[in-house]
């Protein structure tokens, strides 16, 4: 942080486009962290910045945002989120993507571990799931310090469904959303409640299942409409973030590398997870019924098949 504060932590941000920019402001609104833009694209970083510490300064904030073009900037970060890659366009799936963002995040994970080895990484590039296990692999990070954002970004959209559909305080919405993120993510509405009232008591079953569905498709819509999906995921990310720094041990679903947890192994996935000063500190198990777990099978199968045609597991 700035000087004036004791504990000095920094959070760097690979990739400055709409996305990264977005993460850096909700992380500096929140007073998380100083901050590092870093971007191939020169003058991106730094014009973005420029912009950011002039808001920040308006308000009285004393978080400083950097730009730079030069990887060896986010020496000793405390967190280094990898937005890096290409974005998903309209009508593309998020595992369209797959080929083309693997070799950058392979590229970016190399740096991270060769100038921040001490971070806590938190992956957005898509596809999600097998980007995270990806930069896992390469860094040869412990897994409680790899996270992928996907998650938290579907539970927004969920809890947005729910307080559409209800009517009531967001503020009152519990929810959770596992599993892939992509065309088989899993919205659990049956885990899900308002102030501690189950969703069934607010919601007909054909009702829950429209939310289901549209929580599912709604990214290609926002995509179709205005071309990225921004806000939200700099939400998202700035959540997880402040869930580690504070030590809150909040239960976030994030995508967590699994040895054994929900049968599954040698994988990274969308789970429930605490998020303390350690990173991912527990992952909690829920007990799915059939349908849940057909859902979370075919999340399961997608990724496997994603990292197989990476080359990245024997997983079958």
């Given at each position: 942080?700035?000087?004036?504060?004791?504990?000095?932590?920094?959070?760097?941000?690979?990739?400055?486009?709409?996305?990264?920019?977005?993460?850096?402001?909700?992380?500096?609104?929140?007073?998380?962290?100083?901050?590092?833009?870093?971007?191939?694209?020169?003058?991106?970083?730094?014009?973005?910045?420029?912009?950011?510490?002039?808001?920040?300064?308006?308000?009285?904030?004393d978080v400083?945002?950097?730009?730079?073009?030069?990887?060896?900037?986010?020496?000793?970060?405390?967190?280094?989120?990898?937005?890096?890659?290409?974005?998903?366009?309209?009508?593309?799936?998020?595992?369209?993507?797959?080929?083309?963002?693997?070799?950058?995040?392979?590229?970016?994970?190399?740096?991270?571990?060769?100038?921040?080895?001490?971070?806590?990484?938190?992956?957005?590039?898509?596809?999600?799931?097998?980007?995270?296990?990806?930069?896992?692999?390469?860094?040869?990070?412990?897994?409680?310090?790899?996270?992928?954002?996907?998650?938290?970004?579907?539970?927004?959209?969920?809890?947005?469904?729910?307080?559409?559909?209800?009517?009531?305080?967001?503020?009152?919405?519990?929810?959770?959303?596992?599993s892939e993120?992509?065309?088989?993510?899993?919205?659990?509405?049956?885990?899900?409640?308002?102030?501690?009232?189950?969703?069934?008591?607010?919601?007909?079953?054909?009702?829950?299942?429209?939310?289901?569905?549209?929580?599912?498709?709604?990214?290609?819509?926002?995509?179709?409409?205005?071309?990225?999906?921004?806000?939200?995921?700099?939400?998202?990310?700035?959540?997880?973030?402040?869930?580690?720094?504070?030590?809150?041990?909040?239960?976030?679903?994030v995508s967590?590398?699994?040895?054994?947890?929900?049968?599954?192994?040698?994988?990274?996935?969308?789970?429930?997870?605490?998020?303390?000063?350690?990173?991912?500190?527990?992952?909690?198990?829920?007990?799915?019924?059939?349908?849940?777990?057909?859902?979370?099978?075919?999340?399961?199968?997608?990724?496997?098949?994603?990292?197989?045609?990476?080359?990245?597991?024997?997983?079958?």
């Amino acid at each position: 942080m700035s000087s004036q504060r004791s504990n000095q932590m920094t959070i760097s941000i690979i990739g400055s486009g709409k996305v990264g920019a977005s993460i850096a402001i909700n992380c500096a609104l929140r007073e998380l962290d100083d901050i590092v833009l870093l971007d191939v694209v020169e003058g991106l970083p730094q014009g973005e910045s420029m912009d950011m510490n002039h808001q920040l300064s308006e308000l009285g904030i004393d978080v400083t945002i950097k730009g730079s073009n030069n990887y060896e900037e986010m020496g000793n970060s405390d967190f280094v989120v990898l937005v890096a890659g290409i974005g998903r366009k309209p009508g593309m799936t998020r595992m369209d993507l797959l080929n083309k963002n693997a070799s950058i995040v392979k590229d970016v994970s190399t740096k991270i571990s060769t100038y921040a080895k001490n971070s806590i990484l938190i992956v957005v590039t898509n596809p999600l799931d097998p980007m995270t296990y990806l930069a896992l692999k390469t860094t040869k990070f412990m897994k409680k310090r790899v996270l992928g954002m996907g998650g938290m970004l579907d539970l927004s959209r969920f809890k947005s469904f729910i307080h559409t559909y209800t009517g009531l305080s967001r503020d009152s919405i519990q929810a959770m959303v596992i599993s892939e993120h992509g065309e088989n993510m899993l919205p659990l509405t049956r885990f899900s409640s308002i102030g501690g009232i189950p969703l069934k008591h607010f919601l007909s079953e054909e009702q829950s299942l429209e939310i289901y569905e549209k929580t599912k498709k709604v990214a290609a819509e926002v995509i179709s409409l205005k071309g990225a999906t921004i806000n939200a995921p700099g939400n998202a990310v700035a959540t997880m973030i402040e869930s580690i720094i504070k030590n809150k041990k909040m239960v976030i679903p994030v995508s967590a590398y699994l040895e054994g947890e929900y049968g599954v192994s040698d994988l990274c996935i969308g789970v429930p997870a605490v998020l303390g000063s350690n990173g991912i500190e527990d992952i909690i198990e829920i007990e799915l019924n059939n349908f849940e777990r057909s859902v979370f099978d075919l999340g399961v199968n997608s990724v496997k098949e994603a990292l197989r045609s990476l080359g990245l597991t024997n997983n079958k």
